[in-house]
Nanobody
Framework: QVQLVESGGGLVQPGGSLRLSCAAS????????MRWYRRAPGKERELVAT????????NYVDSVKGRFTISRDNSKNTVYLQMNSLKPEDTAVYYC????????????WGQGTQVTVSS
């Protein structure tokens, strides 16, 4: 079955960095666009970053532009989110999602990883 497993979350001070990873199995990874979402306490889930199936195009929510970078390694079935200059408002559970490039109704979620930015 399809599994998406996030890792790399944790506690970091403001201004620090973290790199999240999302390892996929059970699917042909290169056929899926990948997305990172986050849900902060008391807030709606927010789409943070997207990357196309071969990494040719990326998009970011305005609040993370210039600080976060999404990338992928199709040989490792893994998508990454490099997060720099972290702020307390980046505190959230971060989730990855795989969306089939053609059949967009075919999508899978990871279980999430907690990121806490605090001094």
């Amino acid at each position: 079955q399809v599994q998406l497993v996030e890792s790399g979350g944790g506690l970091v001070q403001p201004g620090g960095s973290l790199r999240l990873s999302c390892a996929a199995s059970g699917l042909i990874f290169s056929r899926y666009a990948m997305r990172w979402y986050r849900r902060a306490p008391g807030k709606e889930r927010e789409l943070v970053a997207t990357i196309t199936s071969y990494g040719g195009s990326t998009n970011y929510v305005d609040s993370v532009k210039g600080r976060f970078t999404i990338s992928r390694d199709n040989s490792k079935n893994t998508v990454y989110l490099q997060m720099n200059s972290l702020k307390p408002e980046d505190t959230a559970v971060y989730y990855c999602k795989a969306v089939h490039s053609v059949m967009i109704q075919e999508a899978y979620w990871g279980q999430g990883t907690q990121v806490t930015v605090s001094s």
